[in-house]
């Protein structure tokens, strides 16, 4: 085998096995380590979020619900299930991934008012 085949055979050789790790990396299921309470408050506190309890948000929701902006971040089929009364569905997976690839959609999805309470469950 010449000089010039063997090149060439190891390049589509070489080719084939990334696009066969790439695509095994990308499609791997992805399961998130245990999150602990304080992983969820430094996220927030990083992100400058605030953390309001399930009873705040009961009382935020009685007195206003049309304020809040209600995400369900579950899968849609899920959401169909059932889901709070005006949750809206943005369908994410807890990866670093999915918060990448669609964060312009994220951006979309929840408009330009920057002074909104946003829920996401």
Known sequence: MSLKKRTSAF????AVLITVVSVWYI???VTSGQTTWDDVVAEAEAGGYAIISTEELADRYREASSDLLLVDTRQEWEYRTGHIEGALNFSMEPTWWSRWRKAGELENFLGPDKDRVLVFY
């Open 27 to 29: 499609q791997r299921p």
């Open 11 to 14: 390049l589509a050789l070489s």
